[in-house]
Nanobody
Framework: VQLQASGGGLVQAGGSLRLACVAF????????IGWFRQAPGQERELVAV????????QYADSVKGRFAISRDNAKNTVYLQMNGLKPEDTAVYYC????????????????????WGQGTLVTVSS
């Protein structure tokens, strides 16, 4: 599966952006689709993940109440709506798949994820 992320840009603090991740190839129902981010000098961290089967979601504490992940199965696309952006949200955002044969609890552990998009840069100015 190839993933293409888009929607990043420069926004002022308090603003909003919507990222999109289009998957080229088959996504199977047990898979999870996640958004990670990596700020300069920091490790990559998962901010949100969604089940392709039933849209169950989980968020990092740092983005709860501000970010919303959703999916459009017909378009093979996952979105990340980001509201109330803060300068500390500045990072390159990556979408990724976690290929699973059966229904499985969510994971925030990066090595468990498989396919990666190229990343899209989000810059939040203060």
């Amino acid at each position: 599966v190839q993933l293409q992320a888009s929607g990043g840009g420069l926004v002022q603090a308090g603003g909003s952006l919507r990222l999109a991740c289009v998957a080229f190839g088959d996504i199977f129902s047990n898979w999870h689709i996640g958004w990670f981010r990596q700020a300069p000098g920091q490790e990559r961290e998962l901010v949100a993940v969604i089940s392709w089967r039933n849209s169950k979601k989980q968020y990092a504490d740092s983005v709860k109440g501000r970010f919303a992940i959703s999916r459009d199965n017909a378009k093979n696309t996952v979105y990340l709506q980001m509201n109330g952006l803060k300068p500390e949200d500045t990072a390159v955002y990556y979408c990724t798949t976690r290929r699973l044969p059966v229904a499985t609890p969510f994971s925030f552990f990066e090595p468990e994820y498989n396919d990666w998009g190229q990343g899209t840069l989000v810059t939040v100015s203060s």
